[in-house]
Structure formats: C-alpha cells, structure tokens
C-alpha cells in the first residue's frame, strides 16, 4: 500500500510564500500523475495543480502564475510552491497519486496539510 506523506503547511501571511512536499513511501509505478488538491472550509475539494510524470502541468485558474508544482522522479517527490499567497488559499492541501495499469486505476492519497493564510 502506497503511503503519501506531505509537509510544509503552515500559518503564512498574504502576500508571502510556503513550500508543500510530498513524498511516496515506495515505488510507484513509472507512468502517472502527482497532484494537489484543496479544500476550504464549506466548499467542495478542488484540483490545484498536476503534473504528469513527463512533466505536463495543469493548473486551476485560481492559481495559474502564483502556484508551481515539480516533482523528482528519482524520489517519488512532488512539490507545490505557493507564492504571492491570498486568505482565499486557506484550506486542507492533499497529495494524490494515480495511475492506470491494465485498465485498472490506482489512487492515493495524503493525509492532508493545513495551509492557513491570515494577517
């Protein structure tokens, strides 16, 4: 069973910046997709960004110029850095990985980080 383990949350002033990491606790497979989902408080769970083990990224609208995800293969490793931070950006973030195998989708998931932005 495949273990995501996220950090770098925190308590960040608007206009500042924060780091999150996630890291998977062992080989996932070669071909698939690390993200980063949100979700605020009342609303429902929302896609922040992805990026393809290729390298293709995908971002919301919310976030496009402020937020940049990587990840390091060699480390089952995806990071969100978060700049120019908004209180709109407060929320629960959450790792997900998932890929597809023989017609059969694998999915994980974090178990989440606070991300709280606050003057």
């Known amino acids: 069973q495949v273990q995501l383990v996220e950090s770098g949350g925190g308590l960040v002033q608007p206009g500042g910046s924060l780091r999150l990491s996630c890291a998977a606790s062992e080989s996932i497979f070669s071909i698939n997709v690390m993200g980063w989902y949100r979700r605020a408080p009342g609303k429902e769970r929302e896609l922040v960004a992805a990026i393809g083990s290729g390298g293709s990224t995908n971002y919301a609208d919310s976030v496009k110029g402020r937020f940049t995800i990587s990840r390091d293969n060699a480390k089952n490793t995806v990071y969100l850095q978060m700049n120019s931070l908004k209180p709109e950006d407060t929320a629960v973030y959450y790792c997900?990985?998932?890929?597809?195998?023989?017609?059969?989708?694998?999915?994980?998931w974090g178990q989440g980080t606070q991300v709280t932005v606050s003057s």
């Open positions: 997900n990985v998932w890929w597809l195998r023989f017609a059969v989708r694998y999915d994980y």
